[in-house]
């Protein structure tokens, strides 16, 4: 059984389009977050919720909204897609969110191209 | 503003040799993960260090939380081409009522048989 997944794995689209990304946990986890990895590998948080409120909320654009219609769901909504959107998006979460440990279990990651 | 430092960025060394991966920071961490993502992949958690000073080994891989929980070293014996990856360390701080998790830039290995 996959732990966290993320549908779909690749999304090229135009730049002014609107798409979803879906993550999935069954690791029973109350934590999950979004990471952008850029071209240059580097893992940046995005946001993270913890059963179903939102805790992190870094600089993201507006036009990036999470959803998370439960504790086992975190969905990312992007809205008017730009080229500097290109970039693998990662969901992950974690078992315990304020325990000083902070593990994460990631998912296959969705490679976003936007042309 | 907290950062992590990892070095070296690159590293290609010939199978059956010995590395080490450096993980910095002036910040103290509550816990240090290491992860091994592969092309196309996830980060995968390889270990969690808490205590200063704590030394965890997982096969050939040794990690290392230094005395100040401000820096980790990950060394790797008789490297194998399946070592092959992105080595991210993550530092995590407990804050007030959450755990802040920042991420390393990465070290790629590179084993050539």
């Known amino acids: 059984d996959t732990a966290v997944s993320q549908t779909p794995k690749y999304l090229v689209t135009q730049m002014g389009n609107d798409k979803s990304i879906k993550c999935e946990q069954n690791l029973g986890h109350d934590t999950m977050y979004w990471y952008k990895q850029d071209s240059k590998k580097f893992l940046k948080i995005m946001f993270s919720?913890?059963?179903?409120?939102?805790?992190i909320n870094e600089t993201v654009p507006n036009r990036f909204s999470p959803k998370s219609p439960d504790k086992a769901h975190l969905n990312l909504h992007i809205n008017s897609l730009e080229l500097g959107d290109s970039a693998v998006y990662f969901c992950?979460?974690?078992?315990?969110?304020?325990?000083?440990?902070?593990?994460?279990?990631f998912g296959p990651g969705t490679r976003l191209t936007v042309t | 503003t907290q950062l992590l430092e990892q070095s070296p960025q690159f590293l290609s060394i010939q199978e059956g040799e010995n590395l080490t991966v450096y993980c910095n920071s002036s910040s103290v961490f509550s816990s240090l993960q290491w992860y091994r993502q592969e092309p196309g992949e996830g980060p995968v958690l390889l270990v969690t260090?808490?205590?200063?000073?704590e030394v965890k080994k997982l096969k050939r891989l040794t990690f290392q939380f230094g005395d100040a929980r401000k820096d980790s070293s990950l060394h790797i014996t008789a490297a194998q081409p399946g070592d092959t990856g992105l080595y991210l360390c993550?530092?995590?701080?407990?804050?007030?009522?959450?755990?802040?998790?920042?991420f390393g830039p990465g070290t790629s290995l590179s084993v050539i048989p």
């Open positions: 993550a530092g995590a701080s407990l804050k007030t009522s959450y755990d802040k998790v920042i």
């Open positions: 919720y913890n059963n179903k409120e939102l805790i």
């Open positions: 992950a979460s974690s078992q315990a969110w304020a325990s000083g440990r902070g593990e994460q279990y």
């Open positions: 260090v808490v205590t200063g000073g």
